[in-house]
């Protein structure tokens, strides 16, 4: 029998105890594991209700700026097409008195061609006097 109790190095009660101290461990462990992944959980859980709170709120703001910004969009665009208007009306002005002017231009050349052409006369030669031909026979 003494090999017998060698080869089985612990009694039965004795590997009943270690066996059950190891059920216990592991019970524990297992415990242990459960109840952190479940805080875990939860602490995920409130992270992500803060997460979905913070860019709910950062979502809102963008929308209330970009709405105030639209706004803002549309009445320099409304400034803009009234400049516009006005710019094309006071083009379409400008390009009538130039057309005007040049109507005038042209009126005022011909009368000017035509005052030239009565005021230039054929220059006469001018006449020698006594005085110049007498000095010059001499």
């Not at 709910?56 to 516009?84: H, I, P, T, Y």
């Amino acid at each position: 029998m003494d090999t017998v109790s060698q080869a089985i190095p612990y009694t039965a009660w004795e590997q009943a105890a270690i066996i059950g101290i190891f059920i216990v461990f592991a019970i524990f462990v297992f415990g242990w594991l459960a109840k952190s992944r479940k805080e875990d959980r939860q602490f995920q859980a409130e992270e992500s209700d803060k997460w979905q709170t913070f860019i709910g709120s950062l979502d809102d703001k963008w929308r209330a700026f970009n709405k105030e910004q639209r706004e803002e969009n549309n009445c320099a665009m409304a400034d803009v097409n009234a400049s516009l208007s006005n710019l094309t009306n006071v083009t379409g002005d400008l390009a009538r008195s130039v057309e005007k002017m040049r109507v005038d231009i042209k009126a005022h050349d011909q009368q000017a061609k035509e005052i030239l052409a009565l005021v230039s006369k054929p220059t006469p030669k001018p006449r020698s006097t006594k005085s110049t031909t007498q000095q010059e026979n001499k």
